[in-house]
């Protein structure tokens, strides 16, 4: 009776982890897809910020690596990434007393266009925009930009990977 129970418990166990081998838990699928290709986004906002491409380019870049399985490549890859940053908008948002911004806000936009090689249904161009709130005494630039750029990539990147492999 207990070598019965063993072995039950054995094949339940290891078909529990089997399952779960092929679950993923960034609640990505990219199918049959094996490598990745993500081309340098251009800052053509009119209002341009020099690290921008850069930074947004990398931070997609460290996302898909980081919770896929995929191998990002320079040319041909199964899932293709290009397109350009076309807003860097820096806004009012919230008035004082005496009139004055006491807030601002960076926005920043950006359009992508998305192929899938093996599942073309999938493939789109769409805008992707996010902002950050910062206090209007402080300067646009330093400790303050970086903040900024960093709240306002880590949401889009990762808007980019849930409208792509994630299908949110």
């Known amino acids: 009776m207990k070598r019965l129970l063993y072995s039950l418990l054995f094949f339940i166990s290891s078909l529990i982890i089997i399952s779960c081998g092929a679950y993923s838990f960034t609640g990505g699928s990219t199918?049959?897809?094996?490598?990745?290709?993500?081309?340098?986004?251009?800052?053509?906002?009119?209002?341009?910020?020099?690290?921008?491409?850069?930074?947004?380019?990398?931070?997609?870049?460290?996302?898909?690596?980081?919770?896929?399985?995929?191998?990002?490549?320079?040319?041909?890859?199964?899932?293709?990434?290009?397109?350009?940053?076309?807003?860097?908008?820096?806004?009012?948002?919230?008035?004082?007393?005496?009139q004055t911004a006491s807030q601002n806000r960076l926005t920043v936009t950006i359009n992508v266009r998305y192929s899938n090689r093996q599942k073309e249904e999938d493939d789109f161009e769409k805008n992707f925009s996010f902002y950050s709130d910062f206090d209007a005494s402080e300067q646009l630039v330093g400790g303050v930009l970086e903040a900024a750029l960093t709240e306002i990539n880590e949401r889009i990147t990762e808007d980019i990977f849930n409208a792509s492999v994630a299908k949110w």
């Not at 931070?59 to 860097?88: A, M, S």
């Open 31 to 98: 199918g049959d897809a094996k490598t990745l290709q993500i081309d340098f986004f251009r800052n053509q906002a009119v209002l341009v910020e020099p690290t921008l491409s850069q930074l947004f380019t990398q931070e997609l870049q460290d996302l898909f690596t980081r919770q896929t399985n995929l191998t990002l490549v320079q040319t041909g890859g199964d899932l293709h990434f290009e397109g350009e940053i076309t807003g860097y908008r820096i806004t009012p948002m919230s008035a004082t007393a005496n």
